[in-house]
């Protein structure tokens, strides 16, 4: 036997709409209620009563909360009782549809006309429409023309329920507008359930039999079924259980169709007993043995993708739809028989979370499957599981190929830390790696997200061990690496001081320090860096020299300020008498600093008037002395400095001493010793004096 479904069938968009509305509302934990039926489906009706959505029929028994109003609509007098109750939140979820056919009835009747409206004067769509249309409306049910003639006014107009049989209307239109040609016709028939119904009929004309599915309230549903019954034997169920085993005899080819509140769970429930189930066999057994079997599983239809019915085994993994979602469980459409079970205690449930708090209809879901058609022909199928599984796979590829994973803080524990892994594995930080730095309190970290590595597992004793240190080591790895390479000679990068040393600084630049050599660290002469710098200082250095395969790299504090021998002749002149610091003292002479990291010399000559034997005599290091300027090489960076000049010359070195130092100097040994020798050695004497003179004048 083949079985087809009808290209269109089941939940129109605005049944849809308005259940998801609900089902959405009641989520948030608003009490949630209709006045009368969302649709009419008895089992969608208990789908909903199991979320927490019902329905009233009485205005007064509306509990306080949140009223839907439903797809059909309702009259202008309930819409304004609904919105003069304070504690009720109105939400209108009326077809747009239909809404569009009601402002149009409204509008003719404002305008002074007749309404007609071709329908079910009980169903609750054409009850609200009278409203809307005003006292003068008139409601012809079908097949009601025939039997006699109507009351018309001069203006008229006729509309129908938006879920009429298009033909019948058609064919009223045209009888009314022969015997009433000012009667004005709008067709309002709804183009979904003109889809379903011209797809129905063109099935129906191929098959030896159409299954129609819906509820016997479902307006729309007993119309398909009309359209079906004019062309072929045709029988209206509510489910599989309702299909008798003798409609089947004979017929080798079945249609299926179902109305637009019709579920499709409840479409796919008759294709598949009709294919797989007993009827096929029994119905080839007892009344049709010679009956070809037919293999073919195949459904021409749009919303169930024209899939194959699919067997699965347990431990396959399988990615299904959720179909619904109750407190117990998710049905999963996995393209199986029927539609697979995933039990509450099959999901990892955080905390109070409910399974309509993870799952909604229509969701991917990737389930295993641990029961292939149990007893009760169902599958059963775990998220838990899978996810578990799946979770410590990641956890062995982690640890094989050393990729960091990420995690919660769970717990603070005396010796570490634990970490939720999620899927209800949980993993262990000891203290010792949980930071590069010696942390005395973990509490600090609670409920933070850390990135990890695997350093241990052991499946079988649900063991794992992480360490969050050596992802903070290889990510300081990395960052020293981007720094190396990122680093040019000559530029000028801002670090801070991480370490003084007697020979020098240590700057981090960027996950790496490099070594400012105490040569480099001022200008000035510096005997240590701490002289001018500080720990946790962020300075301004220039890069020397990078020597990547060593980490190393040389900077300059000193050469990223400018050099003050650039200025020096603005700021020094020669003869100029400043003051300055005594640096270093040598054997020649002193280094006195007269600008910062600018150092002249006071030659050993030029420190006093006397003769002076080692500068040591008459100076100190750290001294402050006057010197005054006697010359400057900038391209030599060479001052020449004299504190002697820098003095006014002593009062009592008169002229007169001068004389007398002449004179001292004019003095032979011949005067002073002259009467202590003979006159021939006083003569010699005198001529050696003037021989030395002599000498001396040619030297
Ligand atoms: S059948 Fe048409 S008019 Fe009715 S609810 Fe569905 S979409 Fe709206």
Request: net charge negative.
């Given at each position: 036997?083949?079985?087809?479904?009808?290209?269109?069938?089941?939940?129109?968009?605005?049944?849809?709409?308005?259940?998801?509305?609900?089902?959405?509302?009641?989520?948030?934990?608003?009490?949630?209620?209709?006045?009368?039926?969302?649709?009419?489906?008895e089992?969608?009706?208990a789908?909903?009563?199991?979320?927490?959505?019902?329905?009233?029929?009485?205005?007064?028994?509306?509990?306080?909360?949140?009223?839907?109003?439903?797809t059909?609509?309702?009259?202008?007098?309930?819409?304004?009782?609904?919105?003069?109750?304070?504690?009720?939140?109105?939400?209108?979820?009326?077809?747009?549809?239909?809404?569009?056919?009601?402002?149009?009835?409204?509008?003719?009747?404002?305008?002074?006309?007749?309404?007609?409206?071709?329908?079910?004067?009980?169903?609750?769509?054409?009850?609200?429409?009278?409203?809307w249309?005003?006292?003068?409306?008139?409601?012809?049910s079908?097949?009601?023309?025939?039997?006699?003639?109507?009351?018309?006014?001069?203006?008229?107009?006729?509309?129908?329920q938006?879920?009429?049989?298009?033909?019948?209307?058609?064919?009223?239109?045209?009888?009314?507008?022969?015997?009433?040609?000012?009667?004005?016709?709008?067709s309002?028939?709804?183009?979904?359930?003109?889809?379903?119904?011209?797809?129905?009929?063109?099935?129906?004309?191929?098959?030896?039999?159409?299954?129609?599915?819906?509820?016997?309230?479902?307006?729309?549903?007993?119309?398909?079924?009309?359209?079906?019954?004019?062309?072929?034997?045709?029988?209206?169920v509510?489910?599989?259980?309702?299909?008798?085993?003798e409609?089947?005899?004979?017929?080798?080819?079945?249609?299926?169709?179902?109305?637009?509140?019709?579920?499709?769970?409840?479409?796919?429930?008759?294709?598949?007993?009709?294919?797989?189930?007993?009827?096929?066999?029994?119905?080839?057994?007892?009344?049709?043995?010679?009956?070809?079997?037919?293999?073919?599983?195949?459904?021409?239809q749009?919303?169930?993708?024209?899939?194959?019915i699919?067997?699965?085994?347990?431990?396959?993994?399988?990615?299904?739809?959720?179909?619904?979602?109750?407190?117990?469980?998710?049905?999963?459409?996995i393209?199986?028989?029927?539609?697979?079970?995933?039990?509450?205690?099959?999901?990892?449930?955080?905390?109070?979370?409910?399974?309509?708090?993870?799952?909604?209809?229509?969701?991917?879901?990737?389930?295993?499957?641990?029961?292939?058609?149990?007893?009760?022909?169902?599958?059963?199928?775990?998220?838990?599981?899978?996810?578990?599984?799946?979770?410590?796979?990641?956890?062995?590829?982690?640890?094989?190929?050393?990729?960091?994973?990420?995690?919660?803080?769970?717990?603070?524990?005396?010796?570490?830390?634990?970490?939720?892994?999620?899927?209800?594995?949980?993993?262990?930080?000891?203290?010792?790696?949980?930071?590069?730095?010696?942390?005395?309190?973990?509490?600090?970290?609670?409920?933070?997200e850390?990135?990890?590595?695997?350093?241990?597992?052991?499946?079988?004793?649900?063991?794992?061990?992480?360490?969050?240190?050596?992802?903070?080591?290889?990510?300081?790895?990395?960052?020293?690496?981007?720094?190396?390479?990122?680093?040019?000679?000559?530029q000028?990068?801002?670090?801070?001081?991480?370490?003084?040393?007697?020979?020098?600084?240590?700057?981090?630049?960027?996950?790496?320090?490099?070594?400012?050599?105490?040569?480099?660290?001022?200008?000035?002469?510096?005997?240590?860096?701490?002289?001018?710098?500080?720990?946790?200082?962020?300075?301004?250095?220039?890069?020397?020299?990078?020597?990547p395969?060593?980490?190393?790299?040389s900077?300059?504090?000193?050469?990223?300020?400018?050099?003050?021998?650039?200025?020096?002749?603005?700021?020094?002149?020669?003869?100029?008498?400043?003051?300055?610091?005594?640096?270093?003292?040598?054997n020649?002479?002193?280094?006195?600093?007269?600008?910062?990291?600018v150092?002249?010399?006071v030659?050993?000559?030029?420190?006093?008037?006397?003769?002076?034997?080692?500068?040591?005599?008459?100076?100190?290091?750290?001294?402050?002395?006057?010197?005054?300027?006697?010359?400057?090489?900038?391209?030599?960076?060479?001052?020449?400095?004299?504190?002697?000049?820098?003095?006014?010359?002593p009062?009592?070195?008169?002229?007169?001493?001068?004389?007398?130092?002449?004179?001292?100097?004019?003095?032979t040994?011949?005067?002073?010793?002259?009467?202590?020798?003979?006159?021939?050695?006083?003569?010699e004497?005198?001529?050696?004096?003037?021989?030395?003179?002599?000498?001396?004048?040619?030297?």
């Amino acid at each position: 036997m083949e079985v087809v479904l009808a290209e269109s069938a089941g939940f129109c968009k605005g049944v849809e709409d308005a259940i998801k509305i609900a089902l959405e509302n009641a989520s948030l934990g608003k009490t949630v209620s209709t006045l009368g039926p969302l649709v009419h489906n008895e089992e969608v009706i208990a789908y909903l009563g199991r979320n927490k959505v019902k329905f009233y029929d009485n205005l007064a028994d509306i509990p306080e909360g949140t009223i839907i109003i439903r797809t059909h609509g309702v009259g202008p007098a309930v819409l304004s009782e609904l919105y003069k109750r304070e504690d009720l939140e109105v939400i209108d979820a009326t077809c747009p549809h239909v809404k569009k056919v009601q402002e149009l009835v409204r509008n003719y009747a404002d305008s002074g006309y007749q309404v007609v409206i071709y329908g079910d004067i009980k169903h609750p769509e054409v009850k609200a429409l009278m409203e809307w249309a005003g006292p003068q409306t008139l409601v012809i049910s079908p097949g009601e023309v025939e039997h006699g003639h109507l009351e018309l006014s001069e203006k008229a107009v006729l509309i129908s329920q938006t879920t009429q049989q298009e033909n019948s209307y058609a064919s009223l239109a045209k009888i009314l507008e022969a015997e009433y040609p000012h009667l004005v016709v709008h067709s309002t028939i709804c183009k979904a359930a003109a889809k379903r119904q011209l797809a129905a009929s063109k099935l129906a004309n191929t098959v030896d039999l159409m299954l129609v599915v819906g509820d016997k309230k479902s307006s729309n549903t007993h119309k398909l079924t009309q359209v079906c019954r004019e062309i072929t034997q045709t029988y209206q169920v509510a489910g599989a259980h309702d299909i008798a085993r003798e409609w089947l005899v004979g017929a080798k080819t079945v249609g299926v169709t179902a109305g637009a509140s019709t579920p499709h769970w409840k479409i796919k429930e008759v294709m598949v007993m009709m294919e797989n189930g007993s009827f096929e066999e029994k119905a080839a057994e007892e009344f049709s043995p010679s009956q070809e079997e037919h293999n073919q599983e195949e459904v021409s239809q749009e919303e169930l993708g024209q899939e194959e019915i699919k067997e699965y085994m347990p431990g396959d993994v399988v990615t299904g739809k959720v179909v619904l979602v109750d407190e117990e469980q998710v049905l999963v459409d996995i393209g199986a028989k029927s539609e697979a079970v995933l039990p509450r205690k099959e999901v990892y449930l955080e905390g109070d979370n409910t399974l309509d708090e993870i799952f909604s209809r229509g969701d991917s879901v990737d389930v295993l499957v641990l029961k292939a058609n149990d007893q009760e022909d169902r599958t059963v199928v775990s998220q838990k599981r899978l996810e578990r599984e799946r979770r410590w796979k990641e956890l062995e590829d982690a640890l094989e190929d050393t990729s960091n994973l990420s995690g919660n803080v769970k717990e603070v524990v005396p010796a570490g830390i634990i970490i939720d892994l999620k899927s209800g594995i949980e993993g262990f930080m000891p203290g010792s790696l949980v930071d590069l730095r010696y942390i005395p309190d973990f509490q600090e970290f609670l409920g933070q997200e850390f990135s990890f590595k695997v350093v241990e597992l052991n499946r079988e004793r649900d063991k794992v061990i992480l360490s969050r240190k050596q992802a903070l080591e290889e990510e300081q790895e990395q960052h020293k690496q981007e720094t190396i390479n990122n680093l040019t000679e000559g530029q000028i990068i801002s670090g801070v001081i991480k370490r003084l040393t007697d020979f020098g600084a240590f700057v981090d630049v960027g996950g790496i320090d490099g070594l400012v050599h105490i040569s480099e660290v001022s200008w000035q002469r510096v005997g240590h860096p701490r002289e001018i710098l500080k720990v946790g200082e962020e300075v301004q250095v220039k890069v020397l020299e990078i020597i990547p395969e060593r980490e190393r790299i040389s900077l300059s504090i000193r050469q990223a300020q400018p050099d003050p021998w650039s200025q020096i002749e603005e700021r020094l002149q020669v003869g100029a008498v400043v003051e300055g610091k005594v640096t270093r003292i040598v054997n020649f002479g002193a280094f006195v600093e007269i600008i910062p990291g600018v150092e002249g010399l006071v030659h050993i000559s030029q420190m006093a008037d006397f003769h002076v034997k080692h500068p040591s005599e008459v100076l100190q290091e750290g001294e402050e002395v006057e010197v005054k300027i006697l010359d400057i090489n900038k391209e030599g960076k060479r001052i020449s400095l004299s504190i002697k000049e820098a003095r006014p010359a002593p009062k009592d070195y008169s002229a007169s001493a001068q004389q007398k130092d002449q004179e001292t100097q004019n003095v032979t040994l011949g005067d002073i010793f002259g009467d202590l020798f003979p006159n021939n050695v006083k003569n010699e004497l005198q001529d050696a004096e003037d021989e030395e003179d002599d000498n001396g004048k040619n030297e």
